[in-house]
């Protein structure tokens, strides 16, 4: 057994989590985290709110609540989200914590006192007209290098080069949209990224063989370019106050205090009881432990070179990413997601329509994970009709209504098996150890591709076999048949589990099975999983386990939600 730290990227707090959010870290970490269990490890699936910086000030100036109660309310708001989605976090919590703060103030000390923090005169944009100086995120212009007109003052989105706001051309507020817009002087500090360099470029060569190709690349194209200073101070009144005399009125800007957020939730967890766990065993001095993060593209400069340099400058012995998972964009019908534009569907109206693991199956059958992937309800109602209710639900439904209508509700008997039964076998057996193996890789589209393909052979099977003829002629050769299948049903549970874990745990309660009666799949042994069930097992037809996404159904959703009307 392997200890397992998994932690997805942090969700803005101010932001409704969409289903590009969903696909780009929350639930790829989820699946992981749940198949990794299921491996038998020991798993520390860590996730939380990013509650920092001028978009929660403003959020809160806007609804006329105190800053900290307007945090709360959108984490209580996300928290319900990821509860319906069945998201299995240990833990999920805010890095506006006491613990958070801690850490943060132990890791600035550590930086200042080993040389890595730097203190600057620097020129800010100052909006007359909003009376505040805009960090840059709230500064957006064209970007001087692409083109790309909705550029942000710390990066452009679109070819990632890292900005100044003064970089960009026609800045702009992105509170109000003012271009009354002055630059004034500000004292910060900075993290010495160059003075790291060459550690952190040694360290990111030890992922090559490791990293999937867009992490890799684009921690290298970051080196390549060379690392500038990087301002970790911003004129905010939200945050933690910098633990430094002389910048007492200044706090720690986000993205300095959000990745150590993932050690300071972990504290929050260990602080809850602490006879039991202790933060350290994970991210100080921790032993026999893999590390994996997931998050979008946009997020992985700041995961593979500014958090792990910040580790680096501190000189102690933390925890440092093993596999870092990043994700191209989703997009809705070709274009982007926009709440105030009603373009697109967000996770606490997706499960309002349908049940969860219908989004769940989508999204990550249809992973963006080398390109960018569009999501479509045309195509996400074709994907639910022909695969989970036309293949899985459907081999569910015939399996048991043709055995409860010739046995009745229990698991017939099963004499020797035919060559084709054997085969079966065989062929299930290949497909489970490659289905295994790719979620340990973590390529999530070849994973699930295989696992419809399981679902396909049993579909297969019992069309080869032809039970309800056979039991003209063979009661007990049908007998046999039928109990392959109920068994086939099963595994199908078990192995579908990570991916949809409430259609997983309907489909074992037709046989009175928790999922705490699931096998280990670390060694998962087929031939003994076919056999699983002993003559007289009770079950229950129940319900359809799957329902159609009607046309009707599928047109109202885009009415809704912003969809093209035009088939795809």
């Not at 920092?52 to 319900?80: I, N, W």
């Not at 990570?498 to 096998?519: R, Y």
């Not at 329902?547 to 885009?558: A, D, G, M, Q, V």
Request: charge should be negative; include cysteine; proline fraction near 5%.
């Amino acid at each position: 057994m392997q200890k397992i730290l998994v932690t997805s990227a942090l969700p803005y707090v101010n932001g409704v989590p969409h289903l590009g959010h969903l696909v780009g870290c929350l639930l790829p970490s989820d699946v992981y985290a749940r198949f990794m269990r299921m491996m038998g490890h020991e798993v520390l699936y860590i996730c939380g709110t990013d509650e920092h910086g001028t978009p929660s000030e403003v959020g809160a100036a806007q609804e006329g609540m105190d800053v900290y109660d307007y945090c709360t309310k959108y984490f209580l708001r996300h928290k319900a989200t990821y509860e319906e989605f069945n998201l299995s976090f240990s833990y999920l919590g805010r890095t506006s914590s006491e613990q958070n703060k801690e850490l943060v103030y132990h890791i600035f000390s550590k930086l200042d006192e080993n040389g890595y923090i730097t203190e600057k005169s620097v020129k800010q944009v100052y909006s007359i007209d909003d009376g505040r100086f805009l960090p840059d995120r709230y500064i957006i212009g064209t970007c001087p290098y692409c083109g790309y007109d909705k550029a942000r003052g710390d990066q452009c989105e679109k070819c990632t080069k890292v900005l100044d706001p003064t970089d960009l051309i026609n800045a702009r507020s992105a509170i109000s949209g003012s271009t009354n817009l002055e630059v004034r002087e500000s004292k910060h500090l900075y993290i010495n990224l160059p003075k790291l360099e060459a550690k952190l470029s040694d360290w990111v060569k030890t992922k090559e063989p490791f990293w999937p190709d867009i992490a890799y690349s684009i921690a290298q194209k970051w080196l390549k370019e060379g690392l500038q200073e990087r301002g970790i101070t911003r004129d905010l009144k939200w945050g933690f106050p910098v633990n430094k005399p002389g910048y007492e009125d200044k706090v720690f800007y986000v993205w300095f205090d959000a990745p150590i957020g993932y050690i300071g939730i972990t504290k929050q967890w260990s602080d809850e009881k602490p006879d039991e766990r202790d933060w350290k065993d994970w991210w100080l001095d921790a032993k026999n432990l893999k590390y994996v993060q997931f998050m979008g593209k946009d997020n992985v400069p700041f995961h593979s070179i500014t958090f792990p340099a910040t580790l680096l400058g501190t000189e102690e012995n933390w925890t440092f990413v093993d596999y870092l998972k990043g994700m191209s964009y989703l997009t809705f019908e070709g274009g982007k997601f926009s709440k105030s534009e009603k373009r697109g569907i967000f996770a606490e109206d997706a499960v309002k329509e349908l049940p969860a693991d219908y989004w769940r199956y989508w999204l990550m059958s249809n992973a963006p994970e080398a390109s960018d992937t569009s999501f479509t309800f045309d195509g996400f109602a074709s994907a639910i009709n022909k695969d989970l209710n036309g293949v899985f639900g459907n081999f569910v439904s015939r399996v048991m209504k043709m055995t409860a209508s010739k046995f009745g509700e229990e698991v017939p008997e099963a004499a020797k098996f035919d060559e084709i039964d054997d085969k079966l076998v065989l062929d299930l057996k290949e497909k489970t150890a490659n289905y295994i193996k790719y979620l340990s890789d973590l390529e999530f589209r070849k994973a699930f591709s295989e696992l419809r393909a399981i679902w396909v052979d049993g579909n297969n099977y019992i069309s080869a076999t032809e039970p309800w003829n056979v039991i003209k002629e063979s009661p007990e050769r049908a007998s046999t048949i039928l109990n392959i299948c109920l068994n086939l049903i099963r595994i199908y549970a078990i192995l579908s589990y990570p991916v949809m874990p409430a259609i997983a745990q309907n489909i074992l309660a037709k046989f009175g099975l928790t999922v705490d009666d699931m096998p280990s799949l670390n060694g998962f042994e087929v031939g003994g999983q076919i056999r699983y069930f002993k003559t007289g097992h009770k079950f229950n037809v129940g319900d359809p386990v799957f329902e159609r996404i009607t046309p009707e159904k599928t047109e109202e959703l885009k009415q809704k939600y912003g969809g093209s009307t035009n088939e795809v």
